[in-house]
């Protein structure tokens, strides 16, 4: 049974271009959550989807980044003009929903490791 | 302001040994739930064991377990029989569901616990 896939597992990117990261969600999970984590702020939380609609884009810097979920195997999250403080541990985690009983449980991807130089 | 918190940023044992690793947390709502995750050299987060507020029942996976004190909104989480492999940082998560009904979803991490167990 496959967990969360994310890809790439490691990304370099000059200052200025274009990033764009891949989650694919454990089969059957209808929500999918997308933090960011760095030494100085922890781990924060980015954006979540639930049956590939936004649900919740709050934690999301307001320029320069981007999530869309196409279809119920994949999100993408794309930064756009990368800045050197834009280098984090980007982590995806999926859950069934976000109801209770259990089904809410998050479980999380390897996370991609993004530099920006 | 931080909802939850995690005191200790470092902690070490001996093989062998039992640990727990504490954290408190702030909310509002009545029905909440509470998460540990263990994060991996290799960058994965792990589930370990889950803690809902309205459950009394004394939660237990194997060799973690959880002492839940509701009222003084604390949550520690117990490793006995300590090995090595269990060296890793270890994340505790607040997980809340508003009173309107509309979960947010979002996970709320503490800082984190740097465990070093010594063989």
């Known amino acids: 049974n496959a967990g969360v896939i994310q890809t790439p597992r490691h990304k370099v990117t000059g200052k200025g271009q274009e990033a764009t990261l891949w989650c694919e969600p454990i089969?059957?999970?209808?929500?999918v959550f997308w933090y960011r984590q760095t030494i100085v702020q922890g781990l924060e939380f980015l954006t979540y989807f639930r049956n590939q609609a936004p649900i919740d884009d709050s934690g999301m810097p307001k320029e320069r980044f981007s999530a869309q979920m196409p279809n119920q195997s994949h999100s993408t999250l794309k930064i756009q003009s990368t800045q050197p403080q834009d280098s984090a541990v980007y982590l995806c985690?999926?859950?069934?929903?976000?109801?209770?009983?259990?089904?809410?449980?998050?479980?999380f991807g390897p996370g991609t490791r993004l530099l920006v130089l | 302001a931080q909802k939850v918190i995690q005191v200790w940023s470092t902690a070490s044992r001996q093989e062998g040994e039992e640990l727990t690793l504490d954290c408190s947390y702030e909310t509002s709502q009545v029905l909440y739930h509470l998460f540990w995750y263990k994060h991996l050299l290799s960058g994965e987060m792990v589930f370990l064991i889950r803690q809902m507020s309205s459950s009394t029942a004394k939660e237990r996976s194997g060799r973690y377990s959880v002492v839940f004190q509701k009222s003084l909104k604390s949550i520690s989480l117990v490793i006995s029989a300590l090995q090595p492999d269990d060296s890793g940082k270890y994340f505790c998560?607040?997980?809340?569901?508003?009173?309107?009904?509309?979960?947010?979803?979002?996970?709320?991490f503490g800082a984190g616990t740097q465990l070093i167990v010594i063989p």
């Open positions: 985690a999926s859950s069934l929903d976000r109801g209770l009983g259990g089904r809410d449980t998050q479980y």
């Open positions: 089969s059957g999970h209808s929500a």
């Open positions: 998560a607040l997980w809340e569901l508003e009173v309107r009904g509309s979960a947010l979803g979002r996970l709320h």
